[in-house]
């Protein structure tokens, strides 16, 4: 019934081994791995609960280490292609002052094994309100609640595990998803697969479950285009463009939610489909959608792993397009400054490419950003006739 | 291939003759309503037009008659149970201080022409963008595109006619549904009908199209529930609360989009199902996202004919719920107040209902808020077995 987090020995997603278009028969393989990494969940649980356990029993003060989440404690590996956590730990020591800290830790850590063996889920909120009955151990704040879940989220991801395997789940919308695929939906109550065929929803679309680990997928599409706003996702939509380009269309709807990121990486690793973004062309499309979707973000580098599509390229709309195309601008704002300059100087992804820096000092030098509806100018449909085929049939030349 | 607004003659949603379950065989009547309404749309705008010509040519100053948007100009008639917008009109008359928004004006209206004659349509950041090729009619920024595009809205509602019939589309994402509903998306190119069917999505959700009108429905569940966040909707998805409880859910994230709105507005109309809001407790919930669902909102009540639900009742969270199941708070903040006071102060809506008033007043002195999802105090699961089922028995005590 539920999505769950299934990763294979080798910690990556086990459907990677399945071959495009053969997923359906990968379900009761699913089955088992759920089965194993569910064990494999409480496990650890049970290890990191009965250390602090040993230690008190001893009479000992005892200890949890928890990775340091920021951009600082952040390695950037060209091959690996994602941000990964560095080395750096904080403690957190039982004393007067952590009691509180650490007795919520523990809680929270059982919530999550409650969680699994019961096979449900919860959100953050769901998470915080939950502990209005741990008595002297309830959380004041959701902020309290949020970093202590971070903490064992970034925690048990040494393990190879992730949040969504310790069943908490984003209150985030899903993207929306059109085109020339077949999602497998599994229903572990009933044993029944759900068959999902975004091809047959007219002018609607299929909307990203909060958790994806369960869907597998059927397709021949040629590439993922993962697309920044509604608008334009409605226009390709509405033009079944997907039908044209043999592609599948992804609303990412501004930064895309986890459950969006990770329906993309499981689709493109799965299916060995190439993903390719189509985003405004400002820092914030560049640097904070663009990034976020193919390496992941400095403060959730524990997520990336999992979350980040390593293989995604830059379709548009670029620099050197507002030029090509004689686009409509609007000067760049302070922040977007600001921005570029920070990735230039201290964004590791940024910093190992020579032809993004280029880029970024171009759109620097000329002041200006363009939307991608801006390719509107020449006609509704430019975009449709056009842009995009002009840019499909140079994919070499795409960004990195 | 587009989704069409499609009102009868009695400017009223045509399908809403069509009994429930059997909206199928409506597809070539609505086919031709919309050839029908096309060819009006097309005539209102040229009779507006020539009437500008025409003073022209007589040597004369054109001008143009807006209704007022504002909370001013707002009536509200409980049997209705919409807001209206009133009898104030503003003048547009052709000067040299206003010839450029004249231009604009009559620019816009021409491009709504033409989207109508090709079966496009365009997003308000679409028209911008198209309005950088009519040289000195250019828009400078989209606020003032913006202003102009909601200008002519209100000009041809008067007329009967929606934004989405000038094939105007919001940018914006739709809501997710999930459920005892089946959607038909007929395809004008091919004659296809698409049935997609929102009980077999597994743990995802069918996403709402920008334009809603074409689409028609059957279902035989007992009602709808429009809930404000997507967490709380997951949580309903997922354990299939649909399939107990005979319903249609639907995930409205926040203030519900004009097309989210205008899908529950048709599917309670066409199908006599009754709609239950399931929001936070505050303010912002109760005045901003259920008001607007069910009465419209004031700067945008020429909308509320076509897009508010008047029939939609409050399920919770009320202010007596925060009472009656002992829920976690959080103190009102300042903004809530005001909001609160606002409502009890101007607002048509909850100064028609004795028993909106007092519950407000009561939230006022209780001097907390709660969300939905603070239910979670109880157990995860709380909510599906004894919250809806509790509050479902006793249907008649809800908020109006």
Same mark, same amino acid.
């Given at each position: 019934?539920?999505?769950?987090?299934?990763?294979?020995?080798?910690?990556?997603?086990?459907?990677?081994?399945?071959?495009?278009?053969?997923?359906?028969?990968?379900?009761?393989?699913?089955?088992?791995?759920?089965?194993?990494?569910?064990?494999?969940?409480?496990?650890?649980?049970?290890?990191?609960?009965?250390?602090?356990?040993?230690?008190?029993?001893?009479?000992?003060?005892?200890?949890?280490?928890?990775?340091?989440?920021?951009?600082?404690?952040?390695?950037?590996?060209?091959?690996?292609?994602?941000?990964?956590?560095?080395?750096?730990?904080?403690?957190?020591?039982?004393?007067?002052?952590?009691?509180?800290?650490?007795?919520?830790?523990?809680?929270?850590?059982?919530?999550?094994?409650?969680?699994?063996?019961?096979?449900?889920?919860?959100?953050?909120?769901?998470?915080?309100?939950?502990?209005?009955?741990?008595?002297?151990?309830?959380?004041?704040?959701?902020?309290?609640?949020?970093?202590?879940?971070?903490?064992?989220?970034?925690?048990?991801?040494?393990?190879?595990?992730?949040?969504?395997?310790?069943?908490?789940?984003?209150?985030?919308?899903?993207?929306?998803?059109?085109?020339?695929?077949?999602?497998?939906?599994?229903?572990?109550?009933?044993?029944?697969?759900?068959?999902?065929?975004?091809?047959?929803?007219?002018?609607?679309?299929?909307?990203?479950?909060?958790?994806?680990?369960?869907?597998?997928?059927?397709?021949?599409?040629?590439?993922?285009?993962?697309?920044?706003?509604?608008?334009?996702?409605?226009?390709?939509?509405?033009?079944?463009?997907?039908?044209?380009?043999?592609?599948?269309?992804?609303?990412?709807?501004?930064?895309?939610?986890?459950?969006?990121?990770?329906?993309?990486?499981?689709?493109?690793?799965?299916?060995?489909?190439?993903?390719?973004?189509?985003?405004?062309?400002?820092?914030?499309?560049?640097?904070?959608?663009?990034?976020?979707?193919?390496?992941?973000?400095?403060?959730?580098?524990?997520?990336?792993?999992?979350?980040?599509?390593?293989?995604?390229?830059? +379709?548009?709309?670029?620099?050197?397009?507002? /030029?090509?195309? *004689?686009?409509?601008?609007?000067? %760049? &704002?302070? #922040?977007?400054?600001?921005?570029?300059?920070?990735?230039?100087?201290?964004?590791?992804?940024?910093?190992?490419?020579?032809?993004?820096?280029?880029?970024?000092?171009?759109?620097?030098?000329?002041?200006?950003?363009?939307?991608?509806?801006? +390719?509107?100018?020449?006609?509704?449909?430019? /975009?449709?006739? *056009?842009?995009?085929?002009?840019? %499909? &049939?140079? #994919?070499?030349?795409?960004?990195?």
């Amino acid at each position: 019934m539920l999505g769950l987090a299934v990763w294979s020995r080798d910690e990556e997603p086990m459907a990677k081994k399945t071959t495009r278009g053969k997923a359906a028969g990968a379900e009761s393989a699913l089955r088992k791995e759920k089965a194993r990494l569910d064990r494999k969940t409480v496990t650890k649980i049970t290890e990191a609960a009965d250390k602090v356990h040993s230690k008190i029993s001893r009479g000992q003060k005892p200890e949890m280490h928890f990775p340091v989440r920021s951009l600082s404690n952040v390695r950037y590996d060209k091959r690996k292609g994602y941000f990964e956590i560095g080395r750096s730990k904080k403690s957190r020591t039982l004393t007067v002052n952590t009691v509180r800290t650490f007795a919520q830790t523990l809680r929270m850590m059982a919530l999550s094994k409650e969680l699994v063996e019961t096979d449900d889920f919860a959100t953050k909120r769901d998470a915080y309100y939950q502990s209005k009955n741990w008595t002297d151990a309830a959380f004041r704040d959701q902020a309290e609640s949020d970093t202590v879940m971070d903490d064992i989220e970034a925690l048990f991801s040494v393990e190879g595990l992730s949040r969504e395997q310790l069943r908490f789940v984003p209150d985030e919308h899903g993207g929306a998803v059109a085109g020339r695929l077949v999602v497998h939906d599994p229903d572990y109550e009933t044993g029944r697969v759900h068959r999902i065929d975004c091809s047959q929803f007219g002018s609607g679309a299929y909307s990203i479950p909060s958790m994806v680990e369960h869907l597998s997928f059927e397709t021949k599409a040629r590439f993922v285009l993962a697309i920044e706003t509604g608008g334009m996702f409605q226009r390709l939509q509405s033009h079944r463009f997907w039908q044209k380009a043999n592609c599948i269309l992804v609303s990412m709807a501004g930064v895309p939610t986890r459950a969006t990121r990770r329906f993309i990486r499981k689709l493109s690793d799965e299916c060995s489909i190439p993903v390719y973004a189509f985003v405004d062309c400002d820092p914030y499309g560049i640097s904070n959608i663009y990034r976020t979707l193919k390496v992941g973000s400095g403060n959730a580098a524990h997520l990336s792993r999992f979350f980040c599509v390593p293989g995604a390229r830059f +379709l548009g709309v670029t620099p050197q397009d507002i /030029v090509d195309y *004689e686009l409509p601008t609007h000067p %760049l &704002k302070d #922040v977007d400054v600001k921005r570029a300059k920070d990735a230039l100087a201290n964004d590791p992804f940024f910093q190992s490419s020579k032809l993004w820096a280029a880029a970024l000092r171009q759109l620097l030098e000329m002041g200006v950003r363009a939307e991608q509806q801006a +390719l509107a100018k020449w006609g509704l449909n430019y /975009v449709i006739d *056009e842009y995009l085929p002009r840019k %499909l &049939k140079a #994919v070499k030349h795409f960004l990195p």
